[in-house]
Structure formats: C-alpha cells, structure tokens
C-alpha cells in the first residue's frame, strides 16, 4: 500500500483551487480540471471539507470486494496550429516535456512513420536544459504522431492529421494526477474489518464500519518531551545540503505537558420521511429532479416491518456520514417505501409478479429497474456515488424524451425538462451496459431500456423547440443550459445516439437566443448554478459559444468536415464583436478562422482591421504587461495552458508580431503601415530582443521611411540571433541587413 497512498499524499501536498465564474470561494462541490480520474473536493458547513480521490462502481462477492474503474481513457495532448501558405516547414513548440519519455513521428501520405525521442532533440538544441519548453522545425508532412511511453512499458499513440498550409504546432502534455488504480479488498470476519489494497500489495488499509465501536491503541510508552526541529543534526553527522553542523543545544526543549488536540467529528443526524402509501411517496419523490423511489415488495416475511426498518435506519446513517453537519440534497437521492396490500393491484399492473422484489420508480411512477431479491444486499448500490445511480439517471433520461414524444399534448416545459435531464447526464463513464440477469447473480437489478429513438423525430422537435423561443422576453436557463450542451457536442444528441455532428442551422439560430440573452443569461448565471437541490455548471455564455465554434471546426460528419460552417462561425464572433461581447476566447478563436484565409485581392484587411479594434481596445497601454495582467487576472486559463501566464503573454507577443508581418509580406496592406509599428512595438515590450520581431519592427520602419532606425534595429535582429533560429531564416535576417546598409532593400 505504500504507492497507492504515497501518490495520494503527494497529490493533496500540491492542491490548488481556480475560480472563474465566482466572485469567492463558494461551498459546494469543485471538480479538478486534469485529465483522468476527477478529484472531487466538497467544501460543507460549519468549515468542514472532504475530499474524494477516486470513484466508480463496485461488486460484492461473498466476503470479496471488487472495485471497478469507469473513467475512460482520455486524450492527453492538446494541440493548438497556425497556418501559413509560404511557410517552408512546420515549428513545433512542445511546452515542458521534462522528466517525461516522449516521442514524436512524422507520416507522409502513406509512407512508414519516422519516429524521434524528444528528450534526443533537445539534447542537440539545448544541451543544457536550460529553457523550459523544446522549440524546433520539421519537414512539412501529413501526420503528426505523438507518443509517451509509461514507466510499465505501457505507450499512448496519438495520430494527428495537420492542416494545410500547417506552419507551427503547439502541444501541451497534461499528465494524470491519478492514474488507474488497481484495488481490491476483504472482509475478514473474524475482525468485523474491511481490508483495501492494490492487487498483489502488502499492508492494506484497514477499515471499520462507523457503527462499529473504533478501537483505541493507547501508548505503551510516553515520551518525556516532544519537539520538531528544522535541520536537526549532533556533532559529526554528515549534512548533505547545507554542509553545515547545527548545535542541538539551540533547540529548547517542549513543555512535557503539551496535549494534541484531538479530531473533533460530529455526524449529522439525516432522518428520511418514510411514507404510508404508495401516492404520498411518488409525490415527494416527484419534488426533487434527483431522486428516486425504491419500493420493497415482500408480503411473504411476517418480519418485513422490522428488516425494513433496519435497512431505512442504516441508509440514514450512510446518507448523514456523506452529509456531515448540515443537510445536503446532493446525497438525498433515494426515498423508500414498502408495500402494503393496498399496492397488490399496482403491482400487477406493473407486471410485479416476484415475492420478493424490489423496484425504482422515478418521481412520475414510472419503472426504471427490478430485481427479483429483497434489500438485504442491495443497501450498497443506493448511494449518490454508485454506479447504479448513473444508471438510473440514463435509463429515466430516455424514459423521459419517449414519453414525452409519444405524448401530441405535452407542454413546452415538458419537452425543454426532457432534453435537458437528456444533456446532462455525464460523458464520462459508460452507463450504456444493463445489469445483466445470470445463474451466479439472478437477484441483481434489470435497468428499463426505453424504446429506440428516431434520430431525424428527436431533430425536429428541438427544431420545433427552438423557433418556439425566439420571440422570448427573457431566457429560459434550463433552455439555455441545454442549447449549450448541445452545441458542444456534449447534449442530448451525443447522449441518445452517441455520435459527432457539426453545427447545423438550428444550432445557428440556438446560439442567436443566447446571444439576445446574453447580458439577462449572465444576471442569473450564478443563481441558477447555486439552485438548490439541482446540480449546474453553466459558463459564460459568450465564452461557451466560442469555444463550441472552435471545437466544432475540427469534427467530421459523414465525411463533411467543420470547416463547412466557416463563414457562418465568422458571422457569429461579428455578431458577438457588434454587440460589445467580445472577449479574449472569442477574439483568440475568430482571429484563427480569418488568418486562415485571404480576402479576395489576397490581402488579409479582414483580419487586420478585426485586430486594430482588439488591439486598440484590449492591449493598447502605457505599461503593456499590467494590461495583459489585468486581463489575464479576469480569465479562467488554468484548463487552457499548463504555463497560463507565460502562454497568455506568448499568444499576444506572437499575434501581434503576426499582424504586423502580415503589412511587411503584401503591398495590398500598406495602409495599415503605423499600425503594425505600434503592433511590432507592442511584441518586443513584452518579449525583448526577440529575433524574429526585431526583423519584423526593422522592415516595417524602412518601408515607413525611418531608415536609420530600420538599420539599427535590424541589426539587433542579426545580434540576437542564435541556435535556436533556422538557419535559413538567420541567413535571411542577416541578408535583410546588408541591403538596408547598401539600399537595395
């Protein structure tokens, strides 16, 4: 066990907490933005927190514990490309693989891949590891592959199509902070203990129900006194950091009556509100979006009452432990109730047949799950952790949007509470497989299948939905929340038929509502994420379109790719920009749709102009780096970069080099001219003496007339040049140079 719980000491060592779309710290539950498996951290009442590392499903079998891990393997590279028609090869700039085995291969067309270790190339360009991130040039080529090669001989291989005219390509590693972990545990009997550790590991960790009574190990022997001292040493003990012999007589000693402050822990005492017929008890189900209704059927046991009564004590327990000091409707999922022969008729209609069963309900009546056992082994799966609730959720989301379609009367609030329990469900765990009915296991729950969905029926009714909106006064947030799942490609359409799809005309005319809503949708924002007894993620709503309009462009459907919608996305940042809304997202995606591409007499006066407006009401200052501070300060970047604030300087520095080399390259944009001085200006006060910008400031002061001030900064270029520059772009500055100094320029 000492790995397993090393990894999670180290974890917690290094905890840091982003906020973005709150004004402070909030209790609730954070989720961790790496990669893999999630950490949950749970802020409570009364200052109390908790902390869950891993989740997933779990089985019992006999006295054996099997843990099962349901987070599915996610893509740990991030890749970011610029395009440039006349760019002779491809910049890779690969942000800090230190420490880390990597490898990058290279494909053209079909031919076999050639394949370089990372940690070999900067060896040759940084022998001496003194930059963090490894910048070099390869030939241009159709397929990137990247690879990084686990310490268990495991390897992860990515293949990556690049796009035309691809000239630089930026990749970020985001490592899992928790990998697979690999558990298994025992009950042992004769100890009443629960005992957990890796597969095949030693010193497992003991548990003890909480009911049990915690045995207390009292010392055998006290200590007379009990200090911490920072580099303890005695006379002769070799010192391997400072060198240097410290007096132990400096240290007083503690007082000997010193006491450890004992852990104060209080549970809350959750009491569920067992009803005494079948329709008071759907009825308080039906209150809450979350929950559900387990109904016990055993008219057989003369001692049902008693067994029933213990199970509803012990969940009680287990519900107010998740719970500690306060109320928490998030653990509150399940209500209970056991039927009487007032429900005979009820549970011939529902085709209950078996004595014993258990059945789920959700809040509308309807059967989501039955298994032919009593509860005396099912209290695990009861649980807001458990796999089984996942399931539920899926199988009552389908439930829903059949009943719903199949009904020509359904309200408005129906359909929209429809697609949204259908968006929400989560993409990270495969809920898809039923619990299946075997001879080893014929008491375990059957999950309700819903009947199959017509793909083309679901897209129409959305459509219809959405028209229905348009004339709103003021949003509707579970519409809103919906929209932005689905143009995602994380909603209802991903859930039902799970499959990729790019933006079609109804999410066009989806993202203008939240756009004419856009300032109302962020007044309510955070009431709606702070919705009692619901759970809700909903960002800015400008901030989530673009990223869903980036996204997007990098999806094929049925073999027509996101770059069909080109110029619709284009239309809709003009919009955003139009209405004042833009933000660093959107602009940074809009500006990578209109560098792609030429205006029709080749220049690019599109993108120049778009970006004098940025440039002029964003960046422009006295002290740049203190307005990209206070920019940088009001973004959510810690999901974008792993270097955010050096990454954000990049991105500007390098924009705005790009602008200005834009006027250098084509006559077409000389009107533009002093323009691009402030920009290439603006470039090296925020990365200094920056070879490349210095060649790009030099040619725009010669083109400007500003001769003299061309050759002297040009001849910084040339003076800052090193190894790091391509030679042929060293020769070029160089030559550059010569004919400023002799007017050949």
Not at 37 to 49: A, M
Not at 303 to 314: C, G, L, Q, R, T
Not at 476 to 494: A, D, R
Not at 597 to 611: A, I, M, P, Y
């Amino acid at each position: 066990m000492r790995n397993f719980i090393w990894s999670l000491l180290l974890f917690t060592s290094g905890i840091f907490m982003s906020y973005s779309q709150t004004k402070g710290i909030e209790k609730g539950t954070y989720l961790s933005t790496n990669k893999g498996q999630k950490i949950k951290l749970n802020l409570l009442d009364d200052n109390k927190y908790e902390l869950v590392f891993y989740t997933g499903g779990y089985e019992i079998k006999g006295d054996s514990l099997n843990f099962i891990n349901t987070t599915k393997s996610e893509n740990r590279f991030d890749l970011s490309f610029a395009t440039d028609k006349k760019a002779k090869k491809i910049k890779i700039k690969f942000l800090d693989p230190s420490y880390y085995s990597f490898y990058i291969g290279t494909q053209k067309g079909s031919e076999t891949v050639q394949y370089q270790k990372l940690s070999d190339i900067k060896a040759k360009s940084d022998p001496d590891w003194e930059k963090t991130d490894l910048e070099f040039e390869i030939e241009k080529t159709d397929f990137l592959y990247l690879v990084y090669e686990e310490y268990n001989g495991k390897s992860n291989v990515y293949k990556y199509a690049l796009p035309k005219d691809a000239s630089e390509v930026t990749i970020n590693y985001e490592l899992e902070v928790l990998g697979d972990l690999k558990i298994a545990g025992f009950y042992d009997k004769k100890t009443n203990e629960l005992k957990i550790s890796e597969k095949g590991g030693k010193n497992p960790l003991v548990f003890l129900n909480e009911k049990e009574v915690q045995p207390v190990k009292p010392s055998k022997v006290v200590p007379l006194q009990s200090e911490i001292v920072s580099n303890w040493t005695y006379p002769g003990k070799e010192d391997y950091g400072t060198g240097v012999a410290v007096d132990t007589t400096l240290y007083p000693p503690l007082s000997t009556n010193t006491e450890m402050a004992s852990p104060v822990y209080s549970n809350f005492n959750f009491k569920l509100k067992i009803e005494n017929n079948l329709k008071k008890a759907l009825e308080s189900t039906k209150g809450s979006t979350n929950k559900y209704l387990v109904v016990l059927a055993d008219s057989k046991n003369k001692s049902i009452k008693e067994s029933f009564d213990a199970f509803v004590k012990d969940q009680e327990t287990q519900t107010g432990y998740n719970m500690y000091d306060a109320y928490n409707p998030q653990y509150d999922v399940f209500n209970y109730y056991l039927a009487g022969s007032d429900d005979k008729k009820w549970l011939k209609n529902n085709k209950i047949t078996n004595d014993p069963s258990v059945v789920v309900l959700n809040g509308n009546g309807d059967v989501l799950a039955v298994a032919k056992s009593d509860l005396s082994d099912k209290s695990y799966q009861f649980s807001y952790y458990g796999d089984f609730y996942r399931k539920l959720q899926r199988a009552d989301a389908f439930l829903s949007i059949d009943k719903v379609f199949k009904n020509k009367k359904a309200a408005d609030a129906d359909l929209i509470q429809a697609f949204n329990k259908a968006a929400l469900l989560e993409t990270s765990y495969d809920y898809d497989s039923d619990y299946d009915v075997t001879v080893d296991n014929p008491t375990e729950f059957v999950v309700t299948k819903a009947a199959k969905l017509d793909k083309k029926e679901v897209a129409q009714t959305w459509k219809k939905l959405i028209e229905a909106h348009q004339k709103d006064t003021k949003p509707n947030m579970y519409l809103v929340e919906t929209i932005v799942k689905e143009i995602k490609n994380q909603g209802f359409t991903k859930q039902l038929f799970n499959e990729d799809r790019i933006l079609n005309d109804t999410d066009y005319l989806a993202i203008d509502y939240l756009l004419k809503h856009s300032d109302a949708i962020e007044a309510e924002r955070t009431t709606f994420n702070n919705k009692e007894g619901e759970i809700h993620v909903l960002g800015n709503v400008i901030s989530e379109i673009s990223s869903a309009l980036q996204a997007n462009t990098y999806i094929s459907q049925e073999d027509v790719s996101g770059e069909k919608n080109k110029e619709k996305n284009i239309s809709v940042y003009k919009k955003i920009i139009s209405l004042g809304k833009g933000n660093f997202d959107s602009y940074r995606n809009y500006f990578t749709y209109l560098a792609e591409g030429e205006d029709k007499d080749t220049s690019n006066t599109t993108f120049l102009r778009e970006f004098t407006t940025y440039f002029d009401s964003n960046l422009k200052a006295a002290s740049p780096i203190e307005k990209l501070d206070v920019m940088y300060s009001d973004l959510n970047t810690s999901s974008d970069y792993y270097n955010a604030w050096s990454s954000f300087k990049d991105y500007h520095s390098n924009l705005c080099n790009n602008a200005a080399w834009n006027v250098v390259l084509k006559p077409q944009n000389s009107s533009f001219i002093k323009d691009a001085i402030k920009w290439s200006e603006y470039s090296l006060a925020v990365t200094k003496n920056n070879p490349y910008y210095l060649d790009t400031l030099a040619q725009l002061y010669y083109k400007d007339g500003q001769k003299e001030k061309a050759i002297a900064t040009q001849t910084l270029a040339v003076k800052y040049t090193n190894a790091d520059v391509e030679e042929v772009t060293a020769g070029e500055i160089k030559e550059t140079l010569s004919k400023m100094q002799n007017g050949t320029y």
